[in-house]
């Protein structure tokens, strides 16, 4: 599985609608309105790297109201849930 942070600047009226259509998207996993330079964040987990740009640029940057977007490939996950779970391994 392959996850990309895709960080979304929208315009200022459309930043809602924006956030609500991509939350909509199959691959999109969840969306963040942010305040400071980027508006909008969405995690996207795809099954191959080939994958992402489908979602970006054929999906996201078509959608009303999305000025620009900046993709990041992230190369490991740390999760909390994850690192709690394994030392939970036998513990009984």
């Given at each position: 599985?392959?996850?990309?942070?895709?960080?979304?600047?929208?315009?200022?009226?459309?930043?809602?609608?924006?956030?609500?259509?991509?939350?909509?998207?199959?691959?999109?996993?969840?969306v963040y309105s942010l305040t400071g330079e980027v508006d909008i964040v969405a995690?996207?987990?795809?099954?191959?790297?080939?994958?992402?740009?489908?979602?970006?640029?054929?999906?996201?940057?078509?959608?009303?109201?999305?000025?620009?977007?900046?993709?990041?490939?992230?190369?490991?996950?740390?999760?909390?849930?994850?690192?709690?779970?394994?030392?939970?391994?036998?513990?009984?």
């Amino acid at each position: 599985m392959v996850t990309a942070l895709c960080f979304i600047n929208a315009e200022p009226r459309h930043v809602n609608a924006v956030c609500e259509q991509v939350a909509a998207l199959r691959n999109v996993r969840h969306v963040y309105s942010l305040t400071g330079e980027v508006d909008i964040v969405a995690l996207i987990e795809v099954p191959e790297l080939d994958a992402v740009p489908t979602v970006v640029t054929d999906h996201i940057t078509s959608i009303e109201g999305v000025l620009s977007t900046q993709t990041h490939i992230a190369f490991r996950t740390y999760s909390r849930v994850e690192l709690d779970a394994g030392f939970a391994i036998g513990a009984e």
